[in-house]
């Protein structure tokens, strides 16, 4: 197995679940050393959940009545998922974008201005939830989301202009933060998204738990649906001491390594949350619709 690491990680630093660190990408002034970081370690699962996303949306925009939907995307960094679904660029668009650009910041900022003036999706808010206050700040300055929070809401309350900004969402969404974001902030999200039933979609890495999300889900009256026998990769390791970390996780919740994860990657699995009077049609029908 050859897992090769980025230049940003020669000496590779672990977090408290012995995934790679990699908050030195996560909260700087534009997005160039955040995409250029994840392309090297072939993060892919905003890409891969793209269409998930896409076909739950049609399936709550049916259930509204309504063609106008609001997205909280969880975790949003510089709003990937919001690029992904309402300017319906690509990951690979975005490592295009960002690759390799020099020079000043501002200009980059004007660029990416110019570049989301309009969307493929005039009828899609997304608004982004994320404590590095940087990103969630471009990204909103450039235009990829309509609005964002970096309240930390694992740690504090969220604020009066918090609540309006997530409030009436039909769509909860995350592509592999749940683990460091846990039930405390979903809580706050779900009392936001009350009033239309916001649906809760989450991509979760198979060494997390998602239990106590589904338990204080299940409290406020939601229906959780795992999608069964799917496996989405999110990236590769950085390092064989990385997947090991992965593995010893996985044993403590007592699962075995799946071959992708064998052969080097990250798995999430996908968790969808709604209403009970809402959860009627299987999740199996509705992504295969």
């Not at 995307?73 to 510089?78: E, P, R």
């Not at 999430?268 to 509705?286: C, K, Y």
Request: proline share 4%; with cysteine; hydrophobic share 40%.
């Amino acid at each position: 197995m050859d897992i090769t690491p980025p230049s940003t990680a020669a000496a590779p630093i672990f977090d408290r679940v012995g995934k790679l660190s990699l908050e030195h990408v996560y909260n700087r002034p534009d997005p160039r050393d955040y995409f250029s970081t994840l392309h090297k370690l072939g993060y892919c699962v905003p890409e891969v959940a793209k269409p998930v996303f896409k076909s739950l949306l049609e399936a709550k925009r049916d259930a509204n009545g309504e063609t106008a939907a609001k997205i909280i995307d969880v975790g949003c960094s510089y709003g990937v998922n919001s690029a992904l679904l309402k300017h319906d660029l690509s990951l690979d668009d975005l490592y295009r974008l960002y690759g390799g650009v020099s020079g000043d910041g501002k200009a980059l900022l004007e660029r990416d201005r110019a570049l989301f003036a309009r969307s493929a999706d005039d009828t899609l808010t997304v608004v982004g939830v994320d404590a590095a206050e940087r990103a969630v700040a471009y990204a909103v300055g450039a235009g990829v989301m309509d609005g964002g929070v970096s309240t930390n809401l694992e740690r504090h309350e969220p604020t009066s202009a918090d609540v309006r900004a997530v409030e009436d969402a039909d769509m909860i969404i995350s592509t592999g933060c749940v683990g460091y974001v846990t039930k405390t902030s979903l809580e706050h999200l779900a009392e936001a998204g009350r009033d239309k039933g916001a649906w809760m979609a989450n991509f979760v890495l198979r060494m997390f738990d998602y239990e106590p999300v589904e338990e204080m889900l299940a409290e406020r009256g939601y229906v959780t649906e795992k999608l069964a026998g799917a496996l989405f990769p999110q990236r590769r390791f950085v390092s064989a001491e990385e997947q090991e970390n992965v593995f010893d996780a996985l044993g403590r919740r007592g699962l075995s390594p799946e071959e992708a994860e064998r052969d080097g990657w990250y798995l999430a699995e996908l968790h969808v949350s709604r209403p009970a009077g809402q959860a009627t049609a299987p999740l199996e029908a509705i992504l295969s619709s």
